[in-house]
């Protein structure tokens, strides 16, 4: 029996030289396990094979014959002899995420599930390579961190092939010429035992592997110190509030996934799960709901690749990611996380007249330093609007991208004011104001970025029409450049017509976004508003919609030099013959910038006390 696990995250995990233990902070849970699964009593305790996560797709029983493996964007490689004698040293693209997955044992899944099905010639050949790693690479594999990191796949694919092999030969004891996989799956629970990740999605991994183990070979101690971390991992993975520690909205999905698959095998091997889990899952449904951006995908924020959100049945994301097709509309369009987030939208498509995908939508990031699979992206921006990407995330770069695996990670990648001649310090960022109104949302940001630079973003988010307006101040002991850039998606071409406005669009499309900015408190010097785009030194203008790919994409970059700055800045996304025209006054002491946006009049003001807010 095979049930498909989450898609892992395709890249390695593992910063070499750095700790990758994750210590639980919170309280543990105290119901994990505490009373026997009544309604599981009757079903034979079993651990169902978890699937492959899609890479034995790219390798099929051909390429197993003939040792040849194929991981990402690289071409197949031959690793052994053809005989199933592998060299487990091989890194021919000296990539760890390629050579992890190597080690995963991972990429036999297609012979495996031949295997399964009586053809004896797989069977013989997945386990010809599966002994040879067993043999090659004795306990402990401690330094070869490829290896380390792989251990709980490998030791969920072990459990798959010892499925197989009963299965494949009609007997319910294995054979004595398969007994070394019951040796290797106790030296990878001894493994498993003694080094365990902590609280997060690989920790998660691991006391599920763990936990199998325990299962299939009736190991009560493995079950029990499984049940032991889940109970210690949940409430530190998974916040109150909904929550991931990871800081990246596509490892909150997998992570999801994987409390779920937790629930389940529990729950087949008949140990209770308690609710603590499953409480907690549901507050990450609404989560990643709230992150669901109009187009159907989650906001791409930290290591994350462009997604869509799954449409979990019976959940909230039944409804967010069916784009409105099936499931029932959530209740709530606004939510701000401790973790980091904030997530808005003008609605979730209930009203004919616009549509799931003619909404708006944004993210903003801000809360603690940047950690795990987190970028330093504190007060940036992501927006959607008229069926469209109209602010994106500078997004996910493979681990060993270089310099652009830095760039990726760093402040220019977002949609954020820099200060890029003094070293980003990491800055807690803290929410210090918010207000929600049924047509306009407004945040107020404080940090400190380098030293001695203090930095205030105050966003403010219209709908009817839609649109958005950043005010970014910022005062320094010393001279910087002051840069609020603003990323546009790769399809678009972006020009500049004066010191105030640029306007952006893609060939032939319905819309474009015009994004200007209204001098305030200072003036505006020559080259107020420039475009950088493919630019490699320094590296500017790029978007990864995933880890592999790279795409020219236009940076707008709002420009200031000096002690201090005041950036007042607004997006806005009209029909391609559609424009915008303003004009300003004070109100006395009260700044006010009036809008006609495509016929639709509005109004934002500042208050002398330094409030955004709309005015009409």
């Known amino acids: 029996m095979i049930v498909p696990g989450p898609e892992d995250p395709s890249e ?91 080690h ?47 251990t709980m796949h490998r030791t969920n ?13 009609h007997v319910s004891t294995v054979p004595a010429r398969y007994a070394w996989v019951d040796a290797a799956l106790l030296s990878h629970a001894r ?17 599920i592997a763990l936990f199998g183990v325990g299962c299939v070979l009736g190991r009560t101690d493995y079950k029990n110190l499984a049940q032991q971390r889940f109970a210690a991992g949940i409430t530190t993975s998974i916040d109150a509030e909904g929550g991931t520690n990871e800081q ?21 091997c008949g140990v209770n799960p308690g609710t603590t889990i499953a409480t907690r899952r549901a507050l990450l449904a609404k989560f990643l709901t709230l992150a669901t951006n109009s187009l159907g995908k989650l906001h791409q924020l930290g290591d994350t690749e462009v997604q869509s959100t799954y449409p979990w049945t019976g959940t909230p994301l039944e ?6 097709t099936s499931g029932t509309a959530p209740l709530w369009r606004v939510g701000a996380y401790s973790a980091g987030y904030i997530f808005g939208r003008t609605g979730w498509g209930t009203d004919p007249a616009r549509g799931f995908t003619g909404e708006s939508s944004y993210s903003i990031r801000y809360g603690p330093v940047r950690a795990f699979h987190g970028h330093l992206d504190h007060t940036s921006i992501t927006y959607t609007s008229r069926g469209r990407d109209i602010i994106v995330d500078g997004g996910y770069a493979a681990y060993n991208a270089g310099a652009y695996r830095t760039w990726s990670v760093s402040p220019s990648a977002h949609s954020v004011m820099t200060t890029p001649l003094s070293p980003y310090l990491n800055p807690v960022t803290r929410l210090t104001a918010s207000s929600v109104k049924s047509n306009a949302e407004s945040y107020v940001f404080a940090d400190a970025p380098g030293s001695g630079i203090s930095r205030v973003r105050r966003v403010l988010v219209l709908k009817d029409p839609d649109l958005l307006v950043t005010w970014d101040t910022a005062s320094a002991t010393t001279a910087q450049a002051f840069q609020t850039l603003w990323h546009l998606p790769a399809d678009q071409r972006a020009s500049v017509y004066s010191r105030t406005t640029a306007v952006a669009m893609a060939p032939g499309d319905t819309t474009k976004t015009i994004l200007f900015q209204v001098p305030f408190k200072q003036a505006l010097p020559a080259g107020a508003i420039l475009v950088k785009q493919a630019q490699t030194n320094p590296i500017q203008g790029w978007q990864y919609p995933s880890s592999f790919v790279r795409k020219s994409a236009p940076t707008l970059m709002l420009a200031r030099s000096g002690k201090s700055a ?7 996304p009209v029909r391609a013959s559609g424009s915008v025209t303003y004009k300003t006054y004070w109100s006395g002491t009260t700044f006010i910038v009036s809008l006609k946006v495509g016929g639709t009049a509005t109004a934002i003001a500042i208050s002398a006390g330094g409030s955004l807010y709309r005015a009409g």
């Not at 487990?88 to 390629?98: E, I, R």
């Not at 409804?319 to 409105?324: E, Q, T």
């Not at 005041?566 to 806005?572: A, N, Q």
């Open 566 to 572: 005041s950036i007042l800045s607004f997006v806005v």
């Open 319 to 324: 409804y967010a990611g069916s784009k409105g």
């Open 12 to 102: 390695s995990q593992f910063v070499p030289g750095a700790s990758n233990v994750v210590p639980p902070t919170a309280a543990p849970a105290t119901d994990v396990g505490t009373a026997t699964n009544k309604s599981q009593s009757l079903v034979a305790p079993f651990y169902a094979c978890p699937g492959f996560s899609g890479i034995e797709k790219t390798n099929p029983l051909a390429n197993l014959y003939a040792d040849t493996f194929q991981w990402g964007p690289y071409a197949a490689y031959k690793v052994g002899s053809g005989a199933g004698n592998i060299n487990w040293a091989s890194n021919p693209y000296k990539n760890a995420s390629w050579y992890m997955w190597f």
């Open 104 to 150: 995963s044992l991972r990429w036999l899944g297609q012979g495996i599930i031949a295997a399964g099905k009586g053809d004896l010639t797989a069977m013989t050949r997945v386990n010809t390579i599966a002994y040879d790693w067993y043999r090659d690479n004795p306990y402990s594999w401690k330094g070869n961190v490829g290896a380390w990191e792989s």
């Open 248 to 268: 990246s909205t596509g490892y909150a999905s997998f992570n999801y996934s994987l409390w779920g698959r937790a629930i389940a095998v529990m729950q087949n």
């Open 191 to 207: 493994f498993l035992t003694y080094n365990w990740s902590g609280a997060w999605n690989h920790g998660t991994d691991e006391s």
């Open 157 to 169: 694919v072990l459990n798959c092939l010892r499925q197989a092999i009963l299965t494949g030969l």
